[in-house]
């Protein structure tokens, strides 16, 4: 795959309820992610006051109110190395303080011992600064860390750490240590950083500016928590568009498209800090057509999210989600390119990895992933299968692992699950059974379209109608000879003008009574 043809556009609408992002590589949509506008967001990354509300000894872990429906959970190995430093802070902490000086005279301690106790640093009604890395997932609560980290594009920030990582993905030894050096001298008295991959080769005022913008969020939450001891939002990551270019953008990012102006001043605002020169791909749109449907965004969630995912010439697979696992099931449908039967099923198994790999991060699929690919004769053909499969997970940003195919023909894939999977229901209730599956038989149709006229004419005293109808329906109604049809037996019977219409837009035993003003008659 060249990387470098792919063309990568970010769509960001945004309604009244949410914000919707669609990232599109080379038109076809590739991840959807929404972010509510209503109450606060228990979202990974946010960062709380929480109050211990149930210890755990048995599993060393303790349940913490953060606010939300479902106690979130925390083991004692989340507490990270030097949660005592955090826990003075939050004692100590009162509006009368210098908080600055507080922060920077406060110790940093020992490092927490791996085979400690929870209950030897908890209490319960204790109040603690805890981070959410997993999002609450059906009956369970968020996952929280007491290591508090605020991401940034090119540098993450560690409050109440003392040391200076470089990203291993950085090969060059003097641009490691160039790094390091220029982190460590910007950063104050009790702070760490890990520098990321992105930074490689930045000029020092865009690090300086970004650590700098990093501090002044995590220092903005002090007043809260000096002000006051109860459970509240303290901060939440950046909003998801700008969370999402932290995380992707890269010099192959071609045009952002905000339909807001106010988060199109805010991603503009972001870009500049973070990417300087790539400030002017972003473009407000102010189009007539909603942003999803010009950009065919919509159309592709109606294909993409259903139960059947069809795919090229016949082929289509079959997605089944459970709290457990997914299992995905390849289906070849009538598709047959060549002759070779091993051939064609290879050629069915690679459209199907392809697809595979798109619909597990479009839904944000995680847990266990089972495939069940058609089964192919050659062990070549298995081996070159995982290698692709591999190969196209290699840009999924979730932590996953693939496992070669087993002698049945079975894929397993893990996936990082920190959020629940996107689900977008995709179905419409049919208009003619009301989503029951069952329709009036067609041996009581004309009775039913009877009553109704016979209604209209003795009760409601109106004399022309016109009776719009399927075309199934309406030959069903004027079939016959010489008068013998319905219609005409209801025009004699009823005394009245009664014109029959037609219509394809009507569902098979769908029809309506207009009035002579061609109205729609309840």
């Known amino acids: 795959m060249d ?56 599993l060393n872990a303790a349940f913490v109110d953060i606010g939300d429906s479902k106690e979130a959970f925390i083991h004692y190995l989340d507490l ?38 929870i209950e ?40 109440f750490a003392d040391k200076v990582n470089v990203s291993q993905k950085i090969s060059s030894k003097e641009e490691k240590k160039r790094l390091e050096t220029l982190v460590k001298s910007i950063l104050p008295k009790n702070y760490g950083a890990i520098i990321r991959t992105a930074a490689e080769g930045k000029n020092a005022s865009v690090l300086v500016a970004e650590v700098q913008s990093l501090i002044d969020k995590w220092e903005g939450s002090w007043e809260k928590i000096a002000k006051s001891k109860g459970i509240q939002l303290l901060f939440t990551e950046y909003s998801k568009t700008t969370t999402i270019l932290r995380d992707l953008l890269n010099d192959s ?21 973070i990417s300087p020169e790539q400030e002017k791909i972003v473009k407000l749109y102010d189009g007539k057509e909603p942003i999803f449907d010009h950009f065919e965004v919509t159309r592709q969630i109606k294909s993409s999210f259903g139960k059947v995912v069809p795919m090229k010439q016949g082929a289509y697979l079959v997605i089944e989600s459970t709290e457990a696992l997914n299992v995905v099931d390849v289906n070849s449908g009538i598709r047959a390119k060549t002759s070779d039967q091993e051939a064609n099923t290879f050629e069915v198994n690679k459209l199907a990895a392809e697809e595979i790999a798109r619909q597990m991060r479009l839904r944000d699929m995680g847990g266990i992933v089972i495939v069940d690919f058609i089964d192919m004769e050659t062990q070549e053909h298995r081996n070159e299968l995982f290698k692709y499969m591999t190969e196209l997970m290699s840009t999924d940003r979730a932590k996953h692992n693939v496992l070669p195919l087993t002698k049945f023909g079975l894929m397993q894939i893990t996936r990082q699950r920190i959020r629940p999977v996107t689900e977008i229901n995709v179905m419409e209730k049919c208009p003619l059974c009301h989503g029951t599956g069952k329709i009036t038989s067609t041996v009581v149709i004309d009775e039913q379209v009877e009553r109704r006229l016979a209604y209209y004419v ?5 004399r022309e109608f016109t009776l719009r109808t399927s075309p199934i329906l309406g030959a069903y109604l004027t079939r016959g000879v010489l008068g013998s049809s319905y219609i005409s037996k209801w025009r004699r019977k009823y005394h009245c003008k009664l014109k029959l219409v037609e219509s394809t837009a009507n569902s098979i035993l769908q029809y309506e009574f207009l009035n002579a003003k061609e109205e729609v008659l309840d």
């Open 3 to 58: 990387e470098q043809k792919v063309e990568k556009d970010l769509i960001v609408e945004e309604s009244l309820a949410e914000v919707r992002i669609a990232l599109m590589e080379n038109h076809r949509l590739i991840e959807l992610n929404r972010e509510s506008n209503e109450g606060h967001s228990f979202s990974v990354g946010s960062v709380f006051l929480g109050r211990v509300k149930k210890l755990l000894p048995a």
């Open 458 to 462: 003795q009760e409601k005293g109106i």
């Open 80 to 117: 990270g190395f030097h949660f005592t430093a955090f826990d003075t802070f939050v004692k100590e902490s009162n509006p009368n303080k210098n908080l600055k000086n507080l922060f920077s005279t406060t110790k940093l301690g020992a490092v927490l011992e791996k085979e400690g106790r």
């Open 120 to 159: 030897d640093h908890l209490k319960v009604g204790q109040m603690i600064i805890a981070q959410i890395v997993k999002e609450p997932i059906s009956t369970k609560g968020s996952r929280l860390t007491a290591e508090i980290s605020l991401a940034g594009r090119n540098i993450v920030l560690m409050p």
């Open 253 to 273: 990012f071609s045009n952002i498209y905000v339909n807001d102006e106010k988060i199109y001043e805010e991603t503009r605002k972001y870009i500049s800090l």
